[in-house]
Nanobody, 126 residues
Framework: QVHLVESGGGLVQAGGSLRLSCAAS????????MGWFRQAPGKEREFVAA????????YSTTSVKDRFTISRDNAKNTLYLQMNSLKSEDTAVYYC???????????????????WGQGTQVTVSS
């Protein structure tokens, strides 16, 4: 089991940047595939980005592909999401998620993940 805690959210102007972090408990972080999802008010939680335990083939959804970068530091038990050129439509609560897996592919579905953080609010003002 893993406990996830997101941080780094906040209020930023359009065009600005934020870096989200997701700290994982325990010493088995490198056994988990990780992902970022977001949920805007009145909308379903949607996939943003993911990487496998090695993060050798990170993947981001089309709407953020050229602006957001997912990465991880297994030595620090931490997942990151660097968000640049933020837009008002990026406003949402951002969640990190984990699934124990040595699969080298990418999990993009909410149902694939077993563990979730509490979320961190990102608000982009236009």
């Amino acid at each position: 089991q893993v406990h996830l805690v997101e941080s780094g959210g906040g209020l930023v102007q359009a065009g600005g940047s934020l870096r989200l972090s997701c700290a994982a408990s325990g010493n088995t972080f490198n056994k988990y595939a990780m992902g970022w999802f977001r949920q805007a008010p009145g909308k379903e939680r949607e996939f943003v980005a993911a990487c496998n335990w090695r993060c050798n083939n990170p993947y981001s959804t089309t709407s953020v592909k050229d602006r957001f970068t997912i990465s991880r530091d297994n030595a620090k038990n931490t997942l990151y999401l660097q968000m640049n050129s933020l837009k008002s439509e990026d406003t949402a609560v951002y969640y990190c998620a984990a699934k124990m897996s040595d699969y080298l592919g990418i999990y993009r579905s909410r149902g694939d993940y077993n563990y979730w953080g509490q979320g961190t609010q990102v608000t982009v003002s236009s």
